[in-house]
């Protein structure tokens, strides 16, 4: 079963723009990771931020958790056409070693 | 350093045949895992490994599903007959484990292969 759901489903923006998307998850969490797949390759790890962390930076990527409300946003500024990729969250849960992946959302970034 | 290696690529084959599917992680990461992520999806565990021993095949469909992970180091899945609906990517990962002494938590950063995409017709 799939704990997050990222929002919106997809997203397309013009070059230079920022990219928002966000992602719930039911259950509380021990971290929440952020996760890139270009288009029939792996995924890529991103950012992680831990439970009693609000807001994170990694380069043009800035993470936000809210452990009140169950969900964290991804933003990316100054977006490129190569950020043009499948953005999944993942948790893992309080007392769990597992990590549960989102939907994902899929950025579309047009030069 | 290399990345997660995994082959074949592709395969395609039909149903109630077997398939194996082949993972060599980063050096030195004990825990291993295998992924199945179906189109539109994202990855869902199948299995996870420290070092040479399944800690969690909960979600292994085991009539005909299986995996090993000699050694500790190489990994193997295997499907035994194939069905339609088991087309999907294979996905492995590894990650090497560090507790974070101030908080005591658990940080897991995992490393993806590029996967292994298997058609069933």
């Known amino acids: ?111 | 350093e290399a990345g997660v290696v995994q082959s074949p690529r592709y395969k395609i084959i039909e149903k109630k045949q077997p398939v194996a599917f082949w993972c060599n992680p980063i050096s030195g990461h004990n825990t291993l895992y295998w992924y199945r992520q179906n189109l539109g999806q994202g990855p869902e565990l199948l299995i996870r490994y420290e070092n040479e021993e399944a800690v969690d095949d909960s979600q292994l469909p085991k009539d005909r599903f299986s995996a090993e992970r000699l050694k500790g180091v190489d990994s193997t899945l295997k499907i035994q007959p194939a069905e339609l609906g088991d087309s999907a990517v294979y996905l492995c990962a590894s990650s090497s484990y560090l507790r974070d002494r101030g908080t005591q938590t658990l940080l897991d950063e995992q490393y993806f292969g590029p996967g292994t995409r298997l058609t069933v017709t």
């Open chain 1, 1 to 111: 079963s799939q704990q997050g759901e990222e929002d919106p489903q997809a997203l397309s923006i013009q070059e230079g723009e920022n990219a928002t998307m966000n992602c719930s998850y039911k259950t509380s969490i021990n971290n929440l990771q952020w996760y890139r797949q270009n288009s029939g390759r792996g995924l890529v790890h991103l950012i992680l931020i831990r439970s009693n962390e609000r807001e994170k930076h990694s380069g043009r990527l800035r993470v936000t958790l809210d452990t009140s409300k169950k969900s964290s946003s991804l933003l990316i500024t100054a977006s490129r056409a190569a950020d043009t990729a499948s953005y999944f969250c993942a948790t893992r849960g309080a007392g769990s070693y597992q990590l549960t992946f989102g939907k994902g959302t899929k950025l579309s970034v047009i030069p």
